[in-house]
């Protein structure tokens, strides 16, 4: 059983859900600007993580089927989050409050140390996208996060991969065709 998968079991178990939740296409999960700490879960479909500007969005990470989605910065501080959460096709979520989630971790040994291992995931994961991003060449970023999560290639539009990769759509698109980027 893998990390996530055991959290979610022992939420299960604990009976912490406190609602789901339904995303139509588009539809946002958390705003840019508003405090959000809550965790969770999306059961189905995709969405993005995406930091809003006056000339473009820049998308930094994406949650799919059977994996957790938070506003990291306002789950950790309490103060609004820089980054808005929206569905890029319909998604089936559950929530659990920090207030909630936070003492049922905190309570056993064993539940801290998973805790820790998510968190340190997620830490390396941060680390993997800078390293993308630092990556000068556009067909180097593309491999990399191909290698790394290929499933993103099915389940996400290209214009959003193209912003995640810090390239315009028709790079991606001379760079998938080319099939060099592999």
């Given at each position: 059983m893998n990390l996530i998968e055991e959290l979610v079991n022992r939420i299960d178990q604990a009976g912490l859900w406190q609602k789901s939740i339904t995303l139509n296409r588009h539809e946002y999960l958390v705003v840019s600007g508003s405090t959000d700490t809550r965790l969770?879960?999306?059961?189905?479909?995709?969405?993005?993580?995406?930091?809003?500007?006056?000339?473009?969005?820049?998308?930094?990470?994406?949650?799919?089927?059977?994996?957790?989605?938070?506003?990291?910065?306002s789950f950790l501080t309490g103060r609004p989050t820089d980054t808005s959460i929206q569905a890029i096709r319909k998604t089936q979520l559950k929530m659990?409050?920090?207030?909630?989630?936070?003492?049922?971790?905190?309570?056993?040994?064993?539940?801290?140390?998973?805790?820790q291992q998510l968190l340190e995931m997620l830490v390396l994961q941060c680390l993997e996208r800078e390293k993308d991003i630092l990556t000068v060449s556009p067909k180097e970023?593309?491999?990399?996060?191909?290698?790394?999560?290929p499933q993103l290639f099915q389940e996400v539009p290209a214009r959003y991969i193209a912003s995640y990769l810090r390239m315009t759509p028709e790079t991606l698109s001379r760079i998938r065709k080319s099939g060099k980027g592999m």
């Open positions: 969770y879960f999306i059961e189905s479909g995709s969405v993005r993580v995406f930091m809003p500007d006056e000339e473009e969005e820049q998308t930094i990470r994406f949650g799919y089927r059977n994996s957790f989605i938070l506003a990291l910065d659990v409050p920090k207030e909630v989630f936070l003492p049922f971790m905190m309570q056993d040994v064993d539940h801290m140390r998973l805790w970023r593309y491999r990399r996060v191909f290698e790394r999560s």
